[in-house]
């Protein structure tokens, strides 16, 4: 399997690492508490570019990209911040259904400003838990075969096999 391409689509969810507790400005949600830990940030690629978005993240999080456009690009952009691996189901549109089968984030209504749910960013101790609880959010949720990359984009593992 190989990371997510720019030209298709479906769910992706972020894994980062924020090894301090920071207190950062989050665009219309203001100055926002984000205890130190590990976060998931689940969102969708089903428009026009697909996973294309997931790129753009990972350029904020390198602090290449300037532009604060969506609530995570204000926790990527934290020089502190870095993706350590992103969970995508590709031509899924799960990204509700994973969010809410996840631990409850610091900040309500962080990602889910087109939705009903609380948040789209949760929040765990370690990175390895986290990520273990989306790969299982994905399956729960329909996408057969959640992809697991590593940040670095190169090589990516079928997490259910």
């Given at each position: ?63 290449t ?19 350590d ?18 631990p409850?984030g ?14 789209h ?41």
């Amino acid at each position: 399997m190989t990371a997510p391409t720019a030209d298709g689509g479906g769910t992706y969810t972020l894994v980062a690492e924020l090894p301090e507790t920071a207190t950062i400005a989050v665009g219309a949600l203001g100055e926002c508490r984000f205890p130190a830990g590990a976060y998931a940030y689940t969102g969708s690629a089903l428009g026009a570019g697909g996973f294309s978005r997931v790129h753009r993240h990972r350029r904020t999080a390198a602090g290449t990209h300037d532009v604060r456009h969506w609530h995570i690009d204000y926790l990527l952009g934290h020089p502190t911040v870095g993706i350590d691996r992103v969970v995508h189901g590709p031509g899924v549109d799960v990204e509700c259904a994973v969010a809410t089968r996840l631990p409850e984030g610091p900040v309500e209504g962080f990602g889910a400003s087109d939705c009903d749910c609380r948040s789209h960013l949760s929040r765990a101790a370690t990175l390895d838990d986290l990520t273990e609880r989306v790969v299982s959010a994905y399956e729960t949720a329909g996408s057969a075969r959640p992809i697991r990359s590593d940040s670095g984009g190169g090589s990516s593992t079928d997490q259910t096999s």
